[in-house]
Every structure is written in C-alpha cells, then in structure tokens.
C-alpha cells in the first residue's frame, strides 16, 4: 500500500515553455502533497504544500507564478513550471500523506527528472 | 524553523559489518522522526520512522533510537549488504507547522562487498 506514482519519469523541453508534472496516489487519498526539488547530491528542498481543494503554499523563495500547484483531488497534484529556464533543471518530487493513524508519513513517488535546453 | 543535521556525509563499511548514521534536530517541539533511503535516480523509500513517545524502534536490521533531551536520533543498520549502499536522509517534522518536514543533508552509504 501507499503508492505514489509521477509523470512523466523525465521531460525535456526547450526554454521558454511550460512542462506539467503530476502526481498520484495510487491506493489511498492524499489530504496533502508536497513537491521538493532535489539538485544533484543534495538534499531535498520543499518547493510547496497543497491541500486538496486549497491554495498551495509556498516556501520562502519560491515564485508561486513559476511554480503552479494544482490539487484538484484527493488523488492528484500537478506541479506546471512555467517559462521554464535552464536553472530549472532538477529532480522534482512529489510526497503524498494521507488519512488514518499514521497522517504524519509521507511517501514520496519516484521523481520526474527536468532537463531544460 | 527545524534544522536538521545528519553526519557522516559518507560512509563505507565492510559487508557483514554495522552502519550508524546520527542525526540533530534544533526545534524541541518536533515529535516524528522518519528515514528514508534513495537509490540513485529514485524517489525516496521511507525505511524507519519514530514518534517522540518512542526511544526506540527495530525493524529486522534496522532500528532507530531518539534520545529527546539531546535532540539527536540515529539509524542503525546491521549485517550490512550491498543492497544497502544508496543515499539516506533523515527528517524531523515541525509539529507548530502542520507535519512539514526538513530532511538532513544526507548520507551517501557505501557497502563493500
């Protein structure tokens, strides 16, 4: 259980257009999903926090006009990077947390890899 | 906010042999502690995780002990195999903010066969 699926696994767009990324729950609802960004042998860096049905929330030094959230339902978010530059090739992640006992564990899907030309 | 530091950044042992990873958090009120465990282009796989009411926990090979007063808490894996060498993160969550987690720096393990 708790599966968390993304795609695409990896996009590569030339700069100046806009690439979506979605993510889902497969076997549960995700009351909450949050996308990080990982750099190569780096930690991951929480971009945002989405709830389903509300606004996202952004970190410090995230533009919520680059970086659009949807969390439409309990099963999918999708992370749109607009007006994509080279400095915006990373490894996104999505984690997803869900109802019952245990509402503190995410699980984190496998990534979509972004390389912008 | 948290801050989470986690030590070594590498790591090599010897198949058979034991790997500690420890970790510090600075916000007392953090109360879940998970581990999770990325292999090279993958999203991370949560391994281990523990709750402030716990001071330890054990998983067949692995376990985590959390010593509150400090503010660290540590993964132990034993009988190392190779198919433990990948990357792991430790992570504390805010508990004022809502289950938001900050992850360590990562520790990149290195078990040699």
């Given at each position: 259980?708790?599966?968390?699926?993304?795609?695409?696994?990896?996009?590569?767009?030339?700069?100046?257009?806009?690439?979506?990324?979605?993510?889902?729950?497969?076997?549960?609802?995700?009351t909450t999903?949050?996308?990080?960004?990982?750099?190569?042998?780096?930690?991951?860096?929480?971009?945002?926090t989405s709830n389903e049905g509300s606004k996202a929330t952004?970190?410090?030094?995230?533009?919520?006009?680059?970086?659009?959230i949807?969390h439409?339902?309990?099963?999918?978010?999708?992370?749109?990077?607009?007006?994509?530059?080279?400095?915006?090739?990373?490894?996104?992640?999505?984690?997803?947390?869900?109802?019952?006992?245990?509402?503190?564990?995410?699980?984190?899907?496998?990534?979509?890899?972004?390389?912008?030309? | 906010?948290?801050?989470?530091?986690?030590?070594?950044?590498?790591?090599?042992?010897?198949?058979?042999?034991?790997?500690?990873?420890?970790?510090?958090?600075?916000?007392?009120?953090?109360?879940?502690?998970?581990?999770?465990?990325?292999?090279?282009?993958?999203?991370?796989?949560?391994?281990?995780?523990?709750?402030?009411?716990?001071?330890?926990?054990?998983?067949?090979?692995?376990?985590?002990?959390?010593?509150?007063?400090?503010?660290?808490?540590?993964?132990?894996?034993?009988?190392?195999?190779?198919?433990?060498?990948?990357?792991?993160?430790?992570?504390?969550?805010?508990?004022?903010?809502?289950?938001?987690?900050?992850?360590?720096?990562?520790?990149?393990?290195?078990?040699?066969?």
């Open positions: 259980g708790a599966v968390v699926s993304q795609h695409p696994s990896w996009v590569i767009c030339k700069s100046g257009t806009s690439v979506k990324i979605e993510c889902r729950s497969l076997d549960f609802q995700a999903m949050f996308w990080y960004r990982q750099f190569p042998k780096q930690s991951l860096m929480l971009m945002a952004y970190e410090q030094g995230v533009e919520k006009d680059k970086f659009l949807n439409a339902s309990l099963t999918l978010s999708t992370l749109t990077v607009t007006s994509a530059h080279p400095e915006d090739s990373s490894f996104y992640i999505c984690s997803a947390r869900g109802h019952g006992p245990s509402t503190d564990t995410q699980y984190f899907g496998p990534g979509t890899r972004l390389t912008v030309l | 906010g948290e801050n989470v530091e986690q030590h070594p950044s590498t790591l090599s042992v010897q198949e058979g042999d034991s790997a500690v990873i420890k970790c510090t958090y600075s916000d007392s009120a953090s109360n879940y502690f998970p581990w999770y465990k990325q292999e090279l282009g993958k999203g991370p796989q949560l391994i281990i995780d523990i709750r402030s009411n716990v001071g330890e926990k054990k998983d067949q090979r692995i376990a985590v002990t959390l010593n509150k007063t400090a503010k660290h808490f540590s993964l132990h894996i034993t009988e190392t195999q190779p198919e433990d060498s990948a990357v792991y993160f430790c992570a504390a969550s805010e508990g004022a903010a809502g289950n938001k987690l900050t992850f360590g720096g990562g520790t990149r393990v290195l078990v040699k066969p």
